[in-house]
């Protein structure tokens, strides 16, 4: 069984940054892609961020790119999303997924495991 552990939201003012980060438990985090969602109230969860297995290739939502940022360390089991430039329209619950693999996807019934999600506020 997989677990998915995401932390670092919490309140901010527009501008302003947060490092959100995802601590996966089990031997084969580097064989799959990991995503962030993000669902804000009365809204659909949508597709944030995704990395590619190795690191090597990220994708972004256009309402993201340039702002966010997502890496991964597999020798720590982890995924983190660097947010800067904040907006008042960032303000949702993020939640990490495992992609079923083998190639990052935007869907989110391409992922199979996620985390119980952390909450982004951001103040105007």
């Known amino acids: 069984q997989v677990q998915l552990v995401e932390s670092g939201g919490g309140l901010v003012q527009a501008g302003g940054s947060l490092r959100l980060s995802c601590a996966a438990s089990g031997r084969t985090f580097r064989s799959y892609p990991m995503g962030w969602f993000r669902q804000a109230p009365g809204k659909e969860r949508e597709f944030v961020a995704g990395?590619?297995?190795?690191?090597?290739?990220?994708y972004y939502a256009t309402s993201v790119s340039g702002r966010f940022t997502i890496s991964r360390d597999n020798a720590k089991n982890t995924v983190t999303l660097q947010m800067n430039s904040l907006k008042p329209e960032d303000t949702a619950v993020y939640y990490c997924?495992?992609?079923?693999?083998?190639?990052?996807?935007?869907?989110?019934?391409?992922?199979?495991?996620w985390g119980q999600g952390t909450q982004v506020t951001v103040s105007s």
């Open positions: 990395i590619s297995r190795s690191g090597g290739d990220t």
């Open positions: 997924a495992r992609g079923r693999g083998p190639i990052v996807a935007t869907s989110r019934n391409e992922y199979d495991y």
